[in-house]
């Protein structure tokens, strides 16, 4: 089976019990506002989540857009997708679309104001070439924003990150898996730092903040406008 398949049929075997997680973990509702305030939308925008699982998000980003805007929630996983329609569907939400696609191929033209991705950079294949595809999808001046959860650089976060560490070993697809080629905490890590590396190269820092001793990161830029060719 090949990785998106694997991801695929790891989340969507247990998307019950990560919707729990994803909802109810304290203090993640607290992240989830953070991650749609730095977005700094306004009133009739449109915002694309990638990799929006089973929409935990959904509500904060809709509540920035208003009724006006659009909110476009995109998944590779159909479980996790049909717990998202089905908040939408009780929401009553006209304006809320979750769609099944590919976070590195997304199937949205343009006119995006914002992109939000969390917990979703560390599972992509190119992280660092993704996001900047996601800086060429928004309008100029438009943000993208990275919450994501890998260890901590700091020194007193030694036992949390045995514990993440632990955390990311069962809750990595192919969980009875004994070896790994490569560790995937340390994938996770090094996924996510090239994310926000590609991210710094493209926008100007709208917000960077570490929470649980440095576990979680959130990060979010304003694109530049694509440099002109200088005229000789
Ligand atoms: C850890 S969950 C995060 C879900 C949600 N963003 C949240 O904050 O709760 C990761 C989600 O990303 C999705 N995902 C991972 N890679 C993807 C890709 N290339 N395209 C679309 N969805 C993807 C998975 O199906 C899963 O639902």
Redesign the pocket.
Known sequence: MGR?AT??SF??RW?AL?DG??RYTPG?ARL?ERAAAALDLSPGDTVV?????????LPYLRERVGPEGTVVG????GP??DRARGLVERRGWGNVHVVR????R?PVAGGVDGV?????V????DPAG?VDDWCDLVEPDGTVVL?DAARSERRVAAPVNAAFRAVTVL?TPSTLQLRYDDSPHERLFERMTAARAALRRRAAAVAHEERWLGIVRLTGGRVRPAEQPSQR
Do not use: K
Not at 49 to 57: D, K, V, Y
Not at 116 to 120: I, P, R
Not at 122 to 125: E, F, H, N, P, V
């Open positions: 998106a991801a695929q989340y969507g998307a990560y997680i994803a993640v989830r989540e990638m990799g929006c699982g089973t929409g935990a998000n995109v998944d590779f996983t996790v997708l696609g590919d976070a590195a997304p939000l991705a969390s917990f979703v560390g599972m992509l294949a993704t919450l809750s």
